[in-house]
């Protein structure tokens, strides 16, 4: 939206060709759509398929379940909440991108520039805010507490959307809420697919369906994306004539508090299923210094040395696949049991780094909370980490 300031100014004539303001904007697209198109066909490389995963029986049971444990997960808390979660969040945002312009023009005065310039504002809001949430993620603060703070943002920001959005309001009621809805997505997006993913581990009967969970998860987001507009503009938004006659002058109906009720529930879901997780101790913490073996020897074969230090557990060097560590190397901590490292899935990827995007922006956090388990098992960085 940033572009559209300078783009508002362009008046060229070349060759009888006239360029303005008006069709300038169409030019850019097919520019950058013709660019990008380039790149893909020159600069892509497709990935290949690895056919050297073994697979055991177990997981070839477990993946044969299909579309049956797929539509059974999805009554699962832990996954209906995240799922909602996506679709609030980018309805609720929907609001903001229909509602401004038309909203603001009647009350404000305001054009496409001025709209623009609110839009462009709110992407250096949105990615300021991602370093914020990256920096909370390293220091251990809790995927849940991120996510909760988000949504008590939203409720209070859309809340003061609907009330402050009337005729002849000062410019700082239109903008003050927006900014704050702009810094609640952030908290929201990233946080939403890492509780995700790691449910869809959790759940044995979705082993081998994270790439469909994840293209479930952002077919909600654009559900909300083509649905949400056309309703806000025939029930939520006022015509300038039903503004005048209101009471108090609202550019917003009522109906427009489906954004803050639909972040209320979400809340109240994530509050239910962080108890349930807390119960079932999904949420037990890991001692730093707890390891695992990459691979577990007999119990007959242990010897008494390790028996009797049950502490620490010297991982042995795996035997292909990757090259063997320097001695001085220190003893590589994994993830808990539950969570089962797998390789890097392009596809999957994808699917994780679309579900977190707003405005055009994807967040750059791509793992979550302390969660690597889309790393190449052959990559030494991977290890390292």
């Given at each position: 939206?940033?572009v559209?300031v300078?783009?508002?100014?362009?008046?060229?004539n070349?060759?009888?060709?006239?360029v303005?303001?008006l069709?300038?904007?169409g030019?850019?697209?097919v520019?950058?759509?013709?660019?990008?198109l380039?790149?893909?066909?020159?600069?892509l490389?497709?990935?290949t398929?690895?056919?050297?995963?073994?697979?055991?029986?177990?997981e070839?049971?477990?993946?044969?379940?299909g579309?049956?444990a797929?539509?059974?997960?999805?009554?699962?808390?832990?996954i209906?909440?995240?799922?909602?979660n996506?679709?609030a969040?980018?309805?609720n945002?929907?609001?903001?991108e229909?509602?401004?312009?038309?909203a603001?023009?009647h009350a404000?005065?305001?054009?496409p520039?001025?709209?623009?310039?609110?839009f462009?504002?709110?992407?250096?809001?949105?990615?300021?805010?991602?370093?914020?949430?990256?920096?909370?993620?390293?220091?251990?603060?809790?995927d849940?507490?991120?996510?909760?703070?988000?949504l008590i943002?939203s409720?209070?920001?859309?809340s003061?959307?609907?009330?402050?959005w009337?005729?002849?309001?000062?410019?700082?009621?239109?903008?003050?809420?927006?900014?704050?809805?702009a810094?609640?997505?952030?908290?929201?997006?990233?946080?939403?697919r890492s509780?995700?993913?790691?449910?869809?581990?959790?759940?044995?009967?979705?082993?081998?369906?994270?790439?469909?969970?994840?293209?479930?998860?952002?077919?909600?987001?654009?559900?909300?994306?083509?649905?949400?507009?056309?309703?806000?503009?025939?029930?939520?938004?006022?015509k300038?004539s039903?503004?005048d006659?209101?009471r108090?002058?609202?550019?917003?109906?009522?109906l427009a508090l489906?954004?803050p009720?639909?972040?209320a529930l979400?809340?109240?879901?994530?509050?239910?299923?962080?108890?349930k997780?807390?119960?079932?101790?999904?949420?037990?913490?890991?001692?730093?210094?707890?390891v695992?073996?990459?691979?577990?020897?007999?119990?007959?074969?242990?010897?008494k040395?390790?028996?009797?230090?049950?502490?620490?557990?010297?991982?042995?060097?795996?035997?292909?696949?990757r090259?063997?560590?320097a001695?001085?190397?220190?003893?590589?901590e994994?993830?808990?049991?539950?969570?089962?490292?797998?390789g890097?899935?392009?596809?999957?990827?994808?699917h994780?780094?679309?579900?977190a995007?707003c405005?055009?922006?994807?967040?750059?956090?791509?793992?979550?909370?302390?969660?690597?388990?889309?790393?190449?098992?052959?990559d030494?960085?991977?290890?390292?980490?």
């Open positions: 939206p940033a559209n300078g783009l508002g100014q362009v008046q060229w070349w060759s009888g060709l006239e303005n303001k069709n300038v904007v030019l850019v697209l520019l950058i759509n013709l660019l990008s380039l790149v893909v066909f020159l600069l490389e497709e990935p398929e690895d056919h050297s995963a073994h697979h055991t029986e177990d070839k049971q477990q993946s044969g379940h579309w049956w797929v539509l059974k997960s999805l009554c699962c808390l832990q209906m909440v995240p799922l909602l996506i679709f969040f980018n309805a945002f929907q609001l903001i229909t509602g401004l312009a038309p603001a023009y404000l005065g305001w054009g520039v001025e709209t623009s310039v609110v462009g504002a709110n992407t250096i809001i949105i990615l300021v805010m991602m370093f914020a949430v990256m920096q909370l993620s390293k220091h251990r603060v809790k849940e507490l991120i996510m909760a703070s988000g943002i409720i209070v920001s859309y003061l959307l609907w009330a402050w009337v005729d002849d309001a000062p410019i700082w009621q239109f903008v003050l809420p927006i900014g704050a809805c810094m609640a997505f952030p908290l929201l997006a990233p946080t939403n509780l995700f993913t790691k449910a869809v581990d959790d759940i044995a009967l979705l082993d081998g369906h994270q790439g469909t969970m994840q293209a479930i998860l952002s077919m909600a987001a654009s559900v909300a994306g083509f649905v949400a507009p056309g309703l806000i503009a025939a029930f939520v938004l006022r300038p039903q503004v006659e209101s108090h002058h609202r550019e917003l109906t009522r489906f954004a009720v639909l972040s979400v809340l109240v879901g994530l509050f239910f299923s962080y108890l997780a807390l119960k079932k101790g999904k949420k037990k913490k890991v001692s730093p210094k707890e695992i073996t990459l691979e577990e020897t007999p119990k007959e074969e242990k010897p040395e390790e028996e009797a230090n049950k502490d620490v557990a010297i991982p042995e060097i795996p035997p292909a696949g090259r063997p560590a001695e001085d190397t220190p003893l590589m994994k993830a808990p049991p539950t969570l089962k490292p797998r890097f899935k392009p596809r999957v990827h994808i994780r780094h679309d579900s995007k405005m055009g922006i994807c967040h750059p956090h791509t793992h979550g909370e302390h969660y690597h388990h889309d790393c190449d098992e052959n030494d960085a991977s290890i390292e980490a």
